[in-house]
C-alpha cells in the first residue's frame, strides 16, 4: 500500500515477485499499521453511497481490506460486507475493529485464490489495495463478482506536491544514501498531474465495464518526528530495506525534521476514487 513517491525504487527481480515480496510486509506488524495508517475523508463514503451503491442493505466485497480503516466505516453505514484479506495478522485485527460495528465478514485468504460466493456483489472496493492484487486477475474477477450494473470502487492514495515542500526535496538525500535504488532526483508530483487515466484503461481494457468516473480528494496530514516514522515504518519499501539501512535511513529522516523543521512536517495525500459500472 504504499503511496509516497520517496519509496519509489530500482529493483532487479521481476516485477511479479517483487509484488508479491512487497504486499506480504504489512503483516509484519499490523499494530503498527493500524495505528499509523491514516483514514479516509468522509466525503469519500458519500461518494461511495452515490456512485456505487454503498448503501445500507447493500453486498459489498472489499478486496484487501488490511486492518478496517474502510470497513468500518461502511460497516456502521449499513452495508453487509465481505472482507478478502491476505495477511492473517491483518485479517485478525480487522475483525477486532469491526466488532459491533455493523454486519462483516473477514475472510482470509489472497483474493486470485478465493472462490466467489454464488450470490453476486452490488459493490467491488479495493481501497488502496488494488495495485497488490495481480494485475492477470483483478478486474476480471472483480466483474465475475458483480451483479450486472453492479460496480468496481478503487480508491487509491498518492503522495503530492504540497504540505512542506522544502522537507520533501531535501529528504531525498536520505533516500539516495541509505536505498541505492533510489532514482537520483525524485521529485512529487503536483495532483493536476495526476488524472488516473491509467486505472480507466486497465478497466476499459477489460471490456467488462462502462467508463470510470472519478471524484478526488486532497487532505493535509500533519506529523511530529516521531508519528511520521512511525508511518515511514509501515510502508513495504522500507520494511523491504535491510536493517541497517532502515535504521540509518529512519535516523536521517528525524535528524533532518528535528534540525530543519522544527519537529513537524504536513503531508499532503491525493485519495481518488474511481467508479466502474459493470456492462
Not at 492473517?88 to 480487522?94: E, I, R, T, V
Not at 463478482?145 to 504540497?162: E, S
Amino acid at each position: 500500500m504504499s503511496d509516497d513517491i520517496t519509496h519509489a525504487r530500482r529493483d532487479d527481480r521481476p516485477e511479479e515477485s517483487r509484488r508479491v515480496h512487497l504486499s506480504r510486509t504489512f503483516d509484519e506488524d499490523a499494530e503498527l499499521y493500524d495505528r499509523a495508517r491514516p483514514g479516509y475523508p468522509p466525503g469519500l463514503y458519500d461518494d461511495l453511497a452515490d456512485l456505487a451503491g454503498a448503501r445500507p442493505g447493500s453486498r459489498v466485497l472489499e478486496v484487501g481490506c488490511g486492518t478496517g480503516q474502510a470497513t468500518v466505516p461502511l460497516a456502521r453505514q449499513g452495508c453487509r460486507i465481505t472482507a478478502v484479506e491476505a495477511g492473517p495478522s491483518m485479517a485478525a485485527l480487522a475483525r477486532r475493529n469491526l466488532a459491533g460495528a455493523g454486519t462483516a465478514e473477514v475472510v482470509t485468504a489472497e483474493f486470485e485464490k478465493w472462490p466467489l460466493p454464488d450470490e453476486p456483489f452490488d459493490t467491488v472496493l479495493s481501497a488502496t489495495a488494488f495495485h497488490w492484487i495481480d494485475p492477470a486477475v483483478r478486474v476480471a474477477k472483480a466483474a465475475d463478482a458483480l451483479r450486472p450494473g453492479g460496480a468496481l470502487a478503487v480508491v487509491r492514495t498518492q503522495h503530492v506536491r504540497g504540505g512542506t515542500e522544502e522537507f520533501f526535496v531535501a529528504v531525498q538525500r536520505c533516500y539516495e544514501r541509505f536505498d541505492p535504488g533510489t532514482p537520483p532526483g525524485l521529485r512529487l508530483p503536483a495532483a493536476a498531474d495526476l488524472d488516473g487515466s491509467d486505472h480507466a484503461g486497465e478497466v476499459a481494457r477489460s471490456g467488462r465495464f462502462g467508463p470510470t468516473a472519478f471524484r478526488r480528494y486532497e487532505q493535509d496530514l500533519t506529523y511530529t518526528t516521531a508519528d511520521y516514522l512511525e508511518l515511514l515504518r509501515t510502508y513495504s519499501g522500507h520494511r523491504a530495506l535491510p536493517e541497517a539501512a532502515r535504521t540509518g535511513l529512519l535516523e536521517c529522516v528525524a535528524a533532518l525534521i528535528d534540525s530543519r523543521f522544527g519537529g513537524r512536517v504536513t503531508k499532503r495525500c491525493l485519495i481518488d476514487l474511481g467508479v466502474s459500472r459493470r456492462r
